[in-house]
């Protein structure tokens, strides 16, 4: 969602300030300098502003509202908004907390909230209107600095100026004090993003000593059986600290033997709020360095001490931005403008800000089966918002991340060994399946991964195996229905259509792999599911349509809606493009290239009624074009399909009207939920010129690049370069492409041909070649 | 408490069946057939019926009854009755469950209650009243077996006989079950015992296959945070499953997408309430063997396989029996009559219920400080009930459990180790410091232990700076003020006294240690704080009595009450004779001997109001002789007092009369609660003719033998003997004593005369020797 609101000054502001930077500097060492972390952080981006690194464990950054699930007993609809626990158009900030998901359209982490304060101790967060109440504080944006791996803002009600920075598993706080007597830094263990009734499960914490903080936080949130384990030491001893236990339920038997309110150094409960006191100086710094574990406490400080053994503030942040640096420079691009340049190598740093570690230094991780494991040979990843990233994170991941990929891929195996259900991951995180969203979309992530041959450090034959088993577990959402008929029943399971398509899309997957490793039974077995999408087409209306388990279509159809008409987070419009594996069958099936065309070309033009996004979750007027969708992943392969009709420039001219829309170097420049990084590798994707349109196939679609020059630099030492001759804003069609100097006469560029590096050129030009 | 009804018809017939014994029995190879694990089960004995194996991890027991800590709102004063799950005056049962404290005054634990029931599933508990409304089942005693190591009882309503067995870490029960079509076996994740509030932090099972079982439950009770893991395991597998959870404040996500409550195999939850079917065959047997693990599912299902592949639950039985055969035989004895022999050797079984191990296997347990340890070269073991067991069971352990209890002394310093707080235990269980009732007696087993010679496996010089660090902890219980002022002052911190008291015989005990291993410095230190005791004498009315800050007596001071008098569990007669330490200083301080002994008389004949039990803990008038209070611990060794004064025939005729009333073989056959073996601890010492007064010397005090003989059969290969030459219920006084074939002069007997082997010969007399 974009709403560019260029008229108010401090958009203005932050607009200048991108004009003074030079897109030659892309070529320099310094990209970190074209992130802009406040990119998302407005409306329904959902990113944070905060410091971490390349898929880093710890995400520190400040939470600008900690809103309860429900208000007077009932839901309120505000929590949405902080599903990344900061909004660009507030004015206070609660606090720095080290857990955040990057632009998911659900919620929870949010761990260990830290606020630095002064004047007298106060351990309520107080409210919006009235920081004054609580330890909260004013900002403003003039005093806020975000960048990878490095956050700054100036805590007006307590005159501390925070600055955040991390490693993997370390968040690194910085906080400059004024004089004061009585300085504190809180603990606020209660804290946590999407508070549902008592989500807080039990808190634990121990001083080891003046200066050295254990503990672990238990949660029954999205994540239902979720437990973070802390280790946080201080940069100098504190003068006292305490805490509060805000909950009355708990048994206190002889532990009432001591005052634990103030200086005992054991603390547990479900509702903790701790403090620690410091006397400063005028200007003087207070460090905190706050590790996290997946397994222990024992855990956490060994992270601390093996990532951040020291307390150089400034070198864990040249570091982290090194490390960024790094990340960035994979490709290095030439953008028609600095704004592009931000909006490129922000998706970059988007892209890259997960599946997030999830194991210790020693390699040691907690597993979906609660117990402790060790990753051998392997990183272990959580966060897989696999219904979303499946589409063109992973496999912009193939290209340019593939050993990250294949340990991705390696986790999604060791989350299905450890699984009861024996099913791959479908939204898991935290050592927890969450079972968000639809489809089995692992086995999409897998396939890409095996058909473009990136295999090191698993097993093929077995990753099929689990890609089968998961397919085969009838409980899951419908499937047991689809096995038996070829569809899910929309009276048996909701959003059956989408359902339905998505499985047929994810048997496909399985089928192609199947059919590399010479497994037939399983080939046979899963390309006949493939076909399924054609039993919810109704040749009748011309879409996709829910049909009841007697056989018939449910009579009842709105092709606008995305409540209860049988789709998700889509519409029949949208949903009814979904046959990624066949987009040539389905254009037959629609009635030909010619009516498709038309069909589509409706898509992107129609309009839709007002009372459409009042009723409509995760989609608003500024994600759509049309009612081309944006702003959610069901179409994001949509504006290509032009190509298997005759009008590909459609295609060309779509991309980059999309480019243009939903993306800008601003706090509200991203039209919708980043998602995990997938609307970000879209628009990588798209501006390199070239897009996955059927995951777990070894072609890319083109379609219009929107550099002038890109090179790809490969781990395996090779480059791919993407060179736009004749580029300009309105010079969005292709007149032709030579790849490696010869002319590529088809629509399609190859994994292969990116892999053995080489160069493809595009010719543009203003005009289609119709 | 004793309390015999032997008019009762029930009584009667158990009494009868304990005639058919022979004592000549006790010489061959069946002990068990002594234990009656059903004594101390009724009134406030507080022990379990239940099968365990010598210190078991396990302890698989009837609940009669699962009181809620609150009714209405208010504390409901039954919760006391029900420290071990069972009453004997109960008339039904509501299941089996797997972890019991034996003889507490407080109560946790009940983790994991199974049972088998007929007919239509009820997953609610009913009522004692109407059971026929739930899952619990009438029961009669008729049809109930209590032995060592196994239990039998035929639950009525269902008509299903249950058997249970254990091995140290698995419960293992036998259902025989009527035909039907429908039997269930339900796995009560809500039961446990002294529900507090949400008391249930956290459960979680995985369905792992058609008969294994895992998961957890994680308290918040008496031990403030506490998970046991559990693997459970079926001898055939199950028709159906599922389970209901009871919580609605839980977050329950996209988990909706299933139906949870059948066949769906993984269960998470703060009220979880789970079921498994089978159908059965007339007289069908199903088995269940149940593993615990203080570290994890993976060790309790290593533990299960380790110590219970087989499904032979005889075999399990037999191997049970003969464990607590050989530990019982540790001891031969040839009692006066029957009943004595069960009363021994039942109180030989109740002292080795416990420390419980608490490690698997593999040695990995939990520590206190919540990280998973491994015990190299020791046993861990946990509950420790130390104000009680300091004073006889752990100075018992010192001769007939010398390995065990080195062991236990380092699972203290490993405590200790872990304790953030850098204490050893004063009451823990399962990772957990409870700090329940006073002192730090920790100290008192430690030095027992050293002075002995029992320092197999730990360092003593490291073991005595723990006892230092602990007996300098300021925060702990009015350790600073004792520190400051050398008493702790009643208007700073309440049972002032008492603590002042027990901290001077604990830091005398430290000063014995000091001396032992040279640590001049420490030894001054405390030996000056254990003259303490004196800080609190009143020589105006001969008592202890509690002292204010500005060093005044507190002017109201009643001797008879417990309550706010400056006290625990205790009044001024009974405590202001706790000087164990210097006996013959404290008699000198209240008068001389003559003086004293009078005292002392009083003490054994006065007759106390009515009002004094309506209003004190955990004292009945069972449990006293006259105000000589057996059934609470802190005069535990007054009767022995006499042997300081001149007249040593009193100590003889007293402890001959505590055991005969206080002793008895019936349910209710307890004079007060077991407290973990301390009140067996006392009966066996006396039993045998000598007492630990003062835990710390080597000293014995001789009393008088109520056996004929008996041999005590020691680790190092030697065996004491011990002989009542002319013995008989009313040959109570000692007339001389011969060690060795030469007269004992003094009245004491020394540790190493024990250990040593040998032989020691009481002359009995019906007169006293004055």
Known sequence: MVALKTNSQRMRKFSLSLLLLSPAL???????????????????????????????????????????????????????KYCAGYQYTDKTIVGFSHTHFSGTGHSDLGDFLIMPTTGPLQLNPGTADHPENGY????????????????????????????????????????????????????????????????????FVRIENDSLITGYRQTAGWARTRTVYFAMTFSKPFTKYGHQNYANDVYKGFWRKFDQTENFPEMAGRQIRAWFDFNTRPGEKIQVKFALSPVSTAGALNNLRTEAPDWDFDAVKKKGQADWNKELAKIRVNALSNDDMVNFYTAMYHTFLGPTTYMDVDGGYRGL?????????????????????????????????????????????????????????????????????????????????????????????????????????????????????????????????????????????????????????????????????RNVFDPSTGFMRPKLSD???????DVLSTHGQGYIEGNAWNYSLYVPQYPAEMIAMMGGKKQFTGHLDSLFTMHLPDAFFAETEDITREGIIGNYVHGNEPAHHAAYLYNWTDAPWKTQERVRMILEKMYKPAADGLGG?????????????????????????????????????????????KTFSVEAVNQGAKNVYVKKVELNGKPLTGRFLTHADIMNGGKIVFYMDRKPKK
């Open 136 to 203: 909260r504080s004013r900002f403003s944006h003039e005093n806020e600095t975000a960048e990878a791996a490095y956050y700054k803002v100036k805590l007006d009600d307590h005159n501390i100026l925070a600055e955040l920075t991390a490693t993997n598993r370390v968040g690194f706080h910085q906080y400059t004090f004024p004089e004061a007597g009585n300085a504190h830094i809180i603990l606020d263990l209660m804290a946590g993003i999407y508070n549902y009734g008592n989500k807080n499960v039990w808190t």
């Open 551 to 557: 056989g018939t279509f449910r009579k009842e159809f």
């Open 26 to 80: 892309a070529f320099g060492q310094d990209l970190v300098q074209y992130v802009k972390p406040i990119i998302g952080t407005a409306k329904m981006g959902h990113t944070y502003p905060g410091a971490t690194v390349p898929f880093g464990m710890v995400q520190l950054s400040p939470e600008t509202d900690t809103i309860p699930y429900e208000m007077n007993g009932r839901y309120n609809p505000d929590v949405y």
């Open 673 to 717: 939920n980043d998602d995990c990084g997938q609307m970000s590798a879209w628009y990588i994707f798209t501006t390199l010129g070239f897009y996955p349109v059927c995951p777990g196939s070894t072609e890319y679609a083109l379609g219009s690049p929107a550099i002038r020059s890109a090179e790809l630099h490969l781990e395996n030492g």
């Open 369 to 533: 089966d609660q117990l402790n494991h060790s990753a051998e040979g392997f990183t272990n990843y959580t966060t897989f918002s696999l219904w979303d990233t499946y589409r063109a994170l992973h496999p912009f991941f193939n290209i340019i991340q593939p050993q990250r990929n294949a340990d991705m891929v390696r986790s999604m195996l060791e989350h299905y060994n450890q699984s009861v259900h024996k099913m791959l991951p479908v939204w898991s995180h935290y050592a927890n399946e969450n079972w968000c969203m639809i489809g089995y979309h692992s086995v999409s992530v897998i396939a890409d991964a095996i058909m473009k041959g990136n295999i090191n450090g698993y097993d093929a034959n077995k990753a099929l195996d689990a890609c089968a088993t998961t397919a085969r577990y009838r409980k899951y959402d419908g499937l047991g229905y689809y096995m038996d008929m070829g569809y899910v029943p929309e009276d048996k399971n909701s959003s059956s259509v989408s359902k339905t398509l998505e499985y047929a899309y994810d048997d496909w997957c399985i089928a192609q792999v199947a059919k590399k490793l010479g497994r037939n039974d399983l080939y046979e077995e899963f390309i006949k599911r493939s076909q399924n999408y």
